[in-house]
C-alpha cells in the first residue's frame, strides 16, 4: 500500500486540477467485508450444529465444546441481528428525511 501525498484543491497556481470520483474500490471492499462476516457466522452455526449432532451420536466430544461452539453461534446471531436492525433503522429515519 502506497502513502500519497495530501494535495490541496485550493493551492494557487495550481496546473492540473484533480476531479474527485467516488471509489468504487472502497464499496467493494464493504460488500466483501459484509460477505466475509455472515460466511464467518454460517460457518459457527454450522459447528454448532456438527458439535451438537456429534454428541446426540454418542461421539467422543466434551459437554463443553459443544456448549462453547453452541454459545459463540449464538453471540455471532444476534450480533448480526443488530447490525441489521440498526441498517433497517437508518433506511427508515433517511426514508421520513424530507427533500
Same mark, same amino acid.
Given at each position: 500500500?502506497?502513502?500519497?501525498?495530501?494535495?490541496?484543491?485550493?493551492?494557487? /497556481?495550481?496546473?492540473?486540477?484533480?476531479? &474527485? %470520483?467516488? @471509489?468504487?474500490? /472502497?464499496?467493494?471492499?464493504? %460488500?466483501?467485508? *459484509?460477505?466475509?462476516? *455472515?460466511?464467518?457466522?454460517?460457518?459457527?452455526? $454450522?459447528?454448532?450444529?456438527?458439535?451438537?449432532?456429534? +454428541?446426540?451420536? %454418542? @461421539?467422543?466430544?466434551? $459437554?463443553?465444546? &459443544? +456448549?462453547? !461452539?453452541?454459545? %459463540?453461534?449464538?453471540?455471532? $446471531?444476534? /450480533? !448480526? $441481528? @443488530?447490525?441489521?436492525?440498526?441498517?433497517?433503522?437508518?433506511?427508515?429515519?433517511?426514508?421520513?428525511?424530507?427533500?
Amino acid at each position: 500500500m502506497q502513502i500519497q501525498a495530501i494535495q490541496s484543491p485550493f493551492q494557487i /497556481g495550481q496546473a492540473q486540477r484533480t476531479e &474527485v %470520483k467516488p @471509489e468504487v474500490a /472502497g464499496e467493494q471492499s464493504f %460488500k466483501q467485508a *459484509l460477505t466475509t462476516a *455472515l460466511e464467518k457466522v454460517n460457518e459457527a452455526q $454450522l459447528q454448532s450444529s456438527a458439535a451438537t449432532q456429534a +454428541m446426540a451420536r %454418542k @461421539e467422543p466430544i466434551d $459437554l463443553h465444546d &459443544v +456448549m462453547i !461452539t453452541a454459545n %459463540k453461534a449464538s453471540v455471532a $446471531l444476534q /450480533g !448480526t $441481528l @443488530e447490525v441489521r436492525n440498526k441498517v433497517v433503522e437508518a433506511y427508515q429515519e433517511m426514508m421520513r428525511m424530507q427533500v
